[in-house]
């Protein structure tokens, strides 16, 4: 794996995560943001996150010193892109933005880089015009890159099948584990998956039928002890399809299907009610400190994650 070295575009939270997931194996990978004042910003949150790691058990004195040994700052592009064979785009998601990037790092690089983008929603394929296309595709992180296991990797109607082979291979080495979505589609797996579920939630509740809270107690007691080991097609098998099958005739029938969008969610905002950026959303959060909150967030993360690797081990 030492034949990668890598520049990750953008320095804001998932940019300074997924280079500390890089650097921690011994990967070189480059920061760089056209604000060069997030540079500096990123490199004391990067020392920040890998102090809570250690306290939380999850990263060896070795991988501490590899965030500072193999992260390097650059706020000149045109420095560093001729030098790195993976890149990973981590900008904002606006085309425009995105489009400008994918230009220049198409007239920059050299012909055999591999060209990723850390995108939740945009069409790459569409925006980005790059000189190899089958050389493009989605490395989709979620947050925190570092903790997160998942990584979703999509293809483009030209990506080769060498380059995700590539990209699997150096995404399992950092301790990743890729899903592969063969066609880009909007929301790819995780998200398609929250949408349906998402959907159906805020039907039952905008319907009356239960509440925020009963619906949450349902799922947390219930599916979320479950997907820890096994998820739906696993507990189908063990169901059995001919009993799941038959119950799904008529459940089928009933459910929302509202292609107009999040009934529940649109409520909220047209009430200002965000979530915790706005202190009330599903849930009241006035007194919570965000910061503190996300921080309990990620530690029960690692305790769940934790407890599923004991899980997978063998007796």
Not at 54 to 65: K, M, N, R, T
Not at 191 to 217: C, F, K, Q
Not at 295 to 311: C, S, Y
């Amino acid at each position: 794996m030492n034949k990668w070295n890598v520049l990750m575009v953008g320095a804001g939270t998932m940019g300074r995560g997924i280079a500390e997931v890089f650097a921690a194996k011994g990967i070189g990978i480059t920061l760089y943001d056209a604000f060069p004042e997030q540079l500096p910003k990123a490199r004391e949150t990067i020392r920040s996150d890998m102090a809570y790691y250690a306290q939380e058990g999850i990263v060896s004195p070795d991988e501490i010193l590899n965030t500072d040994k193999f992260i390097s700052y650059e706020e000149h592009l045109e420095e560093i892109a001729p030098k790195v064979n993976l890149v990973i785009e981590g900008v904002f998601e606006k085309a425009d933005v995105k489009r400008d990037i994918f230009d220049k790092l198409n007239s920059l690089c050299t012909p055999d880089c591999i060209f990723c983008s850390n995108t939740s929603a945009s069409n790459i394929f569409e925006i980005a015009k790059i000189s190899h296309p089958e050389r493009l595709l989605i490395t989709h992180f979620f947050n925190p890159p570092y903790v997160m296991p998942l990584v979703e990797v999509v293809m483009g109607p030209k990506t080769s099948s060498q380059t995700v082979e590539e990209v699997r291979n150096v995404l399992s080495y950092v301790g990743k584990e890729p899903a592969v979505i063969k066609k880009y589609i909007p929301g790819f797996i995780v998200n398609r998956l929250d949408n349906v579920l998402s959907r159906e939630i805020a039907y039952m509740i905008t319907e009356g039928w239960t509440t925020a809270e009963d619906v949450e107690r349902a799922i947390r007691y219930t599916s979320g002890v479950r997907y820890c080991f096994e998820g739906p097609l696993s507990l189908h098998d063990v169901v059995g399809w001919d009993l799941t099958t038959s119950v799904s005739r008529d459940v089928f029938k009933t459910l929302c299907n509202d292609t107009g969008g999040d009934r529940l969610g649109e409520r909220l905002v047209k009430e200002g009610r965000f979530g915790l950026k706005t202190k009330k959303g599903c849930y009241d959060y006035a007194g919570v400190d965000a910061r503190e909150f996300m921080n309990k967030r990620a530690h029960r993360i690692i305790k769940m994650l934790k407890a599923i690797r004991a899980l997978d081990d063998p007796e």
